[in-house]
């Protein structure tokens, strides 16, 4: 049976609307996706089963917003009652809310595309560590997962077999759906209190928060969430706000307005909301967000009381703010540590700002491939290394992953911007100023924050410029091509970049997995993984880099550019040379 989906780790996708437009708002699906829905649900419990050693093990199952969601649930559900799963279905539920209730039971399948389009869909699988499988516990699944779809016979009846089961068999499950979703929500907001504080000690968070509201008391605070008919809509947000005596406002409740991606083009429609609100007298707004449709991602708006207007975060200054609020807490609660050892992982295209901040603070940085399981799992190493890390996370989207957390969550980024702005007398932005040599003014406002980071010109993730399609699909083959032409052309071009841009040298950087390798001179054995030149300058001190990877979860290839200061002409020339480049090696 043919299936055509993209099988990452980050997520099985494809689009399942039964007409094949990516567009598409119907629910329908067709039987063959239903059928592959089964042999999905099959080959999960299978693993889960053997790696949990139970022969009924306990699944939560959730959806996102997505149309589609509910056949494709049903159908897992017809399979999983077969198999004699324990399944806890709590219908709509967001990404980081059901990696949270799986923490007690013995794992988990959601249903999302994430930011894709409405008409895609897609599954995720995890077991009760709070994320999704590892790649190398992915690729087992989609080991079996091909083969018995190769198997057309074995298909049939495993569909025979899933849709065989009782009326009240499939009763029992319904009937405990809103249960199942209270128990969810709760365990969510538990681990959440416990993520922003960093700790689960029960006074300790009540003190934390404590603070909180007494900043608030002085000085009140609202914030504003664009939906868009996403999974976070029916989570814990409008409460989880209101209990911490934050205004709580939101648009496009039900929903899905626009576009899924929560990148510049489609924050407008929360910026806009912002500003409306204000011009009624609600000036206490100072934060927006809009999360994608499984709600692990939330990129920021902010309103500038310089300019009088809401502003759009580019994705990598949000994750900037994160790391600089995390890793200044994490030192304020471990100043007394003396074999702290603050750490900070990002993957390979999060920009390099990030180590002039980690710097500046003490910290080490570490790389991995694209992919949240990726940095989750180096971020574990470090772990184990004795390193501390606080924040993780895919600056070139803005996702924050804040331990113990192992998935995005719009909410943590939320609050670790309000740890910068509550917490004055502990003096976390102060920290930043004094290690960073900037003058620290104690009236401080969210404008002065955004403005004392380090100034880099970075490519957005979602810029049509970022984004290329290649007919080679051999990615080594690809990449030594791009080598060759790369050094030809440097030869060429060496004297020109050095007189124009100060760039005097360059290193060939892969990331494969958790795996960084610097010094590399065969560009092609990064093969699928991430490939980036870091240009120097006459110290050997890093510039520029330029960055490619094929996506694991769409058929593109991806590219970027991130360069040290406010230079637009020359990003916009390495990307440039840089697509060039990749369009000759495409030849």
């Not at 569909?159 to 128990?183: G, Q």
């Not at 091509?481 to 440097?490: N, S």
Request: proline share 3%.
């Amino acid at each position: 049976m043919e299936h055509n989906m993209i099988l990452s780790a980050s997520g099985w996708r494809k689009v399942f609307a039964a007409s094949g437009d990516e567009q598409d708002k119907s629910p329908e699906i067709t039987e063959t996706d239903r059928s592959i829905a089964v042999i999905a649900a099959d080959v999960f419990f299978d693993y889960i089963s053997k790696a949990s050693g139970q022969v009924a093990p306990v699944l939560a199952l959730g959806i996102d917003a997505r149309p589609t969601g509910p056949a494709l649930a049903d159908a897992m559900i017809h399979a999983l009652i077969k198999k004699g799963a324990i399944i806890q279905y709590s219908a709509v539920t967001s990404a980081p809310e059901i990696m949270a209730y799986a923490k007690k039971l013995d794992g988990f399948i959601y249903i999302s595309a994430s930011h894709n389009p409405v008409g895609h869909n897609g599954i995720k699988f995890g077991t009760n560590d709070g994320g999704v499988l590892c790649g190398a516990e992915n690729a087992k699944l989609v080991k079996d997962f091909i083969a018995r779809l190769s198997d057309d016979k074995g298909v049939a009846e495993a569909v025979k077999k899933a849709y065989s089961c009782t009326t009240s068999e499939l009763k029992a499950v319904y009937d405990v759906k809103d249960s199942s979703k209270h128990n969810a929500l709760s365990a969510y907001r538990n681990f959440a209190n416990e993520t922003i504080t960093g700790t689960d000690n029960k006074e300790y968070q009540t003190d934390f928060f404590g603070m909180l509201d007494t900043f608030i008391a002085q000085k009140p605070l609202g914030v504003v969430c664009d939906f868009n008919g996403s999974s976070r809509y029916q989570s814990i947000d409008r409460e989880f706000f209101k209990e911490r005596k934050i205004n709580f406002y939101s648009i496009n409740d039900f929903e899905i307005a626009h576009e899924i991606i929560p990148e510049a083009e489609n924050l407008v429609h929360v910026a806009a909301e912002m500003e409306r609100l204000h011009k009624e007298g609600h000036n206490e707004v100072v934060l927006g967000y809009m999360p994608d449709c499984d709600g692990d991602r939330g990129n920021i708006v902010y309103w500038d009381e310089k300019q009088k207007k809401a502003v759009i975060l580019k994705a990598q200054e949000v994750f900037s703010l994160s790391v600089l609020a995390e890793l200044t807490y994490s030192i304020w609660q471990h100043s007394d540590e003396k074999d702290f050892k603050p750490a900070v992982v990002v993957n390979c295209p999060t920009s390099m700002r990030i180590n002039e901040i980690a710097s500046a603070l003490g910290a080490q940085v570490f790389r991995a491939e694209v992919g949240e399981a990726n940095v989750v799992n180096l971020a574990r190493e470090k772990r184990e290394q004795g390193y501390t890390v606080r924040i993780l996370g895919e600056g070139s989207n803005g996702g924050t992953i804040t331990y113990p957390a192992a998935v995005r969550d719009p909410l943590n980024t939320i609050f670790a911007l309000l740890k910068l702005l509550m917490m004055r007398e502990c003096g976390l932005y102060e920290m930043w100023c004094t290690k960073s040599g900037q003058k620290y003014n104690p009236d401080f406002t969210l404008s002065d924050i955004i403005a004392s980071l380090p100034v880099y010109t970075t490519t957005g993730v979602s810029e049509p410029r970022a984004v290329l399609k290649v007919k080679t699909t051999d990615h080594t083959k690809l990449k030594a091509a791009f080598q060759k032409a790369f050094e030809a052309d440097w030869k060429k071009k060496s004297g020109e970049l050095k007189n124009k841009y100060g760039i005097i040298d360059w290193e060939a950087v892969i990331t494969k997995g958790t795996v960084e390798t610097c010094g590399v001179k065969d560009f092609s054995t990064s093969e699928k993984g991430g490939l980036k030149i870091i240009f120097k300058d006459k110290d050997s001190k890093p510039i520029a880099f330029i960055w490619m990877r094929g996506s694991g979860t769409e058929p593109v290839f991806r590219i970027m550019c991130d360069v040290k200061g406010n230079k637009v002409d020359m990003e916009k020339a390495l990307l440039e040379w840089e697509t060039e480049l990749i369009k000759k090696a495409d030849k």
